[in-house]
């Protein structure tokens, strides 16, 4: 895709900047229940001989960021690491126990919080930990999410001396006015040392994340922000649209005292955005992430194996997740799987040798074939009905007749182009992937206080 030029008009924007989800599962999270039963969440986790994703919640941070929805515990005893790596143990020697021996991890990921809370030293034992209780493929892909502003070399080079080569750490913004009103003080500085001392220990990948929608952003102010950020010259962007959820995330009421950009504003920096990094040699990937033309990720969508999870945008299919730590949600192809959120259930759970999962979700063949649908649209930009109905055994206009008229309706709004053998996502389209994806959702009923709006 080339710079999105087009004009939209401002009854667009309002008539589709509703809540929605940002399907990285389907059913989503909201539909997981504490009735699930455990057994059948891990069925087939016990019988499975597949191989492993590995994701690891390190959920401390020292200070919290007003726009976070992630499930933190902030603290600035850095003591408190060496309990929670013991209860990590604990839980993967509990998960051995029930999986198949010989079952190979092709990735780890390590998520927060911010997993750079952990000293150098009990980043190399929690490594060791993990290598000692799974086997890896030669070529598994290792990756961690660092925050700069509590990074040291030796903590780099602590991930990069058990294979993590891939790196993602957040910038948000490099406006010092948006940074003090969004409670994150975070001078470019650390970011351009960030970026040295990761290419200096040999990784391979670095992506840079941002936020538009933040308080005191503007078009012109995120320009700057993208030009400064550009020279750090990253693999990767991942550009978020600000989900503000303050039922779920009191502390973002915060930045309504600052006053948040209207979706008219947010539409053109995403505009913004798109045109700047594309003119630049990116390739548009997906809802939110921009790579270089020879990255993984855009073979991936060229190939239509582009794949989405609970970790955005993935090159890996056919990868069980298994997710350990508080908050933590793991998934089989038939089942989602979310650990307890506090850590005094985590522990209690672990003390009684069971796996802490608190809720959960059973996935029946309806599901799976609307989640197809959902994440090729969000990730190929197309469905082929012909394919679609050869991989899956049925009919697309009968299966999805409750929400061809919404398909209908983003056709003629110019959203979608639709030959009756393909649907297709337009450019303009694009900027409005969660909604072209709720057509295809069982559960299109609008709810508040649910989802984040769409733009």
């Known amino acids: 895709m080339d710079t999105v030029k087009m004009d939209i008009p401002s009854e667009l924007i309002a008539k589709y900047n509703r809540p929605g989800p940002r399907y990285t599962s389907y059913p989503t999270a909201i539909h997981f229940t504490e009735e699930a039963s455990p057994e059948n969440l891990l069925a087939s986790t016990r019988e499975s001989t597949g191989p492993l994703s590995l994701y690891f919640h390190l959920p ?7 726009f976070c929805g992630c499930n933190t515990i902030i603290t600035k005893d850095h003591g408190r690491v060496g309990d929670y790596r013991k209860l990590l143990e604990r839980e993967m020697d509990l998960f051995g126990e029930i999986i198949q021996p010989g079952r190979t991890a092709h990735q780890l990921h390590f998520g927060g919080g911010t997993p750079n809370f952990f000293p150098a030293d009990e980043i190399a034992r929690l490594g060791e ?6 086997s890896f493929a030669e070529d598994a892909e290792c990756s961690v999410e660092l925050a700069p502003a509590h990074l040291s ?12 080569k891939r790196a993602s750490f957040g910038v948000q913004d490099v406006d010092p006015k948006v940074q003090k ?5 975070q001078p470019h500085e650390m970011n351009v040392r960030t970026m040295d001392w990761l290419r200096t220990n040999g990784f391979q990948s670095v992506n840079v994340d941002l936020i538009y929608g933040l308080p005191g952003q503007t078009v012109d102010s995120f320009r700057k922000t993208l030009e400064t950020v550009l020279a750090l010259n990253p ?7 600000y989900a503000h959820v303050p039922w779920m995330k009191p502390a973002q009421r915060m930045l309504e005292r600052a006053g948040l950009p209207t979706a008219w504003e947010k539409i053109e920096m995403l505009r913004l955005i798109v045109s700047f990094l594309t003119d630049h040699g990116y ?4 809802m939110d992430h921009f790579a270089k033309p020879d990255d993984e990720l855009v073979r991936a969508q060229e190939e239509k194996s582009l794949q989405r999870n609970f970790q955005g945008y993935s090159t890996k299919a056919g990868l069980e997740i298994a997710a350990f730590g508080i908050s933590s949600i793991s998934q ?3 089942a989602y799987r979310q650990n307890t959120k506090d850590l005094l259930s985590y522990r209690r759970s672990l003390d009684e040798g069971q796996l802490p999962i608190e809720k959960g979700c059973e996935v029946t063949r309806d599901d799976r074939i609307r989640r197809d649908a959902i994440h090729r649209m969000m990730c190929d930009l197309e469905i082929d009905r012909s394919a679609f109905n050869q991989a899956w055994g049925i009919q697309f206009d009968d299966f999805f007749a409750g929400g061809l008229a919404g398909l209908q309706e983003l056709e003629s709004d110019g959203l979608l182009e639709d030959d009756g053998e393909t649907v297709a996502v337009t450019e303009t389209g694009r900027l409005f992937l969660r909604n072209i994806a709720m057509c295809f959702d069982a559960d299109r009923e609008e709810k508040e206080g649910r989802y984040s709006k769409t733009v």
Do not use: M, P
């Open 60 to 66: 401390f941070c020292e200070t919290l960021c007003w």
């Open 153 to 164: 070399e030796d903590q780099v080079k602590a991930f990069a001396s058990f294979g993590v």
């Open 129 to 134: 930990s993990i290598r000692n209780r799974f």
């Open 332 to 334: 089989t192809d038939d």
């Open 235 to 241: 693999d990767r962007f991942a550009i978020f649209n």
């Open 181 to 185: 009103a969004i409670h994150r003080i």
């Open 283 to 286: 390739r548009y990937v997906g």
